[in-house]
């Protein structure tokens, strides 16, 4: 049986990095929602084509259909071996959904919450817009990103952590620090 996991954190906490290592590293797919959506819009499946429509007009897309596309993805012969879940669930309601849809026999193992500190996070997506040259990174939207994150996502901490499966990571340090913490953390579970 592989593990079942969800990668939590905040904007620049380094999710996208480090579940690429935890991916390799127990062999399970990374699935994250922003890669779905995009493998949708560009397959220009039904799914993708609404999600579109919702992107364009700069609308987050409905839980009904990120649910819809995790369901799909969950139901791939790779994810049967176990997954490190990215970007979804983004609040309490989908974290209800996700748990009837894994159903009591494959509930989630281990939530994964990486926690850095706020000025850090800025700083680093900061430095990030400054090399991509992404000027809409700037530290007005980035504090509001992290507004959003702390009224959305971060109760989804709380949630999990009724079932006792959260872990808390600190996401401070070297890339290879907060990997080792990581991976001591899933082998005490």
């Keep these: 049986m592989g593990r079942r ?6 904007p620049g906490a380094g999710k996208g990095t480090q579940a690429a290592m935890v991916r390799t590293a127990l062999g399970i797919p990374h699935i994250s929602t922003g890669a779905m959506l ?8 039904e799914l993708g084509f609404a999600a579109q ?23 791939q012969p790779d994810a049967a071996c176990g997954f490190l879940l990215d970007g979804f669930p983004r609040t309490v309601a989908q974290a209800e959904a996700l748990d009837a849809l894994l159903g009591e026999q494959r509930p989630l193992e281990a939530v994964i ?24 990174d700037n530290e007005q939207t980035i504090r509001n990103r992290m507004a959003v994150y ?40």
């Design 5 to 10: 996991l969800l990668l939590l954190g905040p």
């Design 113 to 136: 919450s990486l926690e850095v500190i706020e000025d850090e996070v800025v700083q680093r997506l900061l430095d990030r817009a400054a090399k991509e040259g992404r000027a809409d």
């Design 150 to 189: 702390r009224e959305l996502t971060e109760p989804l901490i709380a949630y999990y952590d009724r079932a006792g499966i959260v872990r808390p990571i600190d996401g401070m340090g070297a890339i290879e620090e907060i990997f080792g913490r990581i991976a001591a953390s899933l082998a005490a579970s």
């Design 38 to 45: 995009r493998d949708h819009v560009e397959r220009a499946t």
């Design 53 to 75: 429509i919702i992107m364009d007009a700069g609308d987050l897309v409905s839980d009904e259909i990120v649910i819809a596309m995790v369901e799909e993805r969950l139901d």
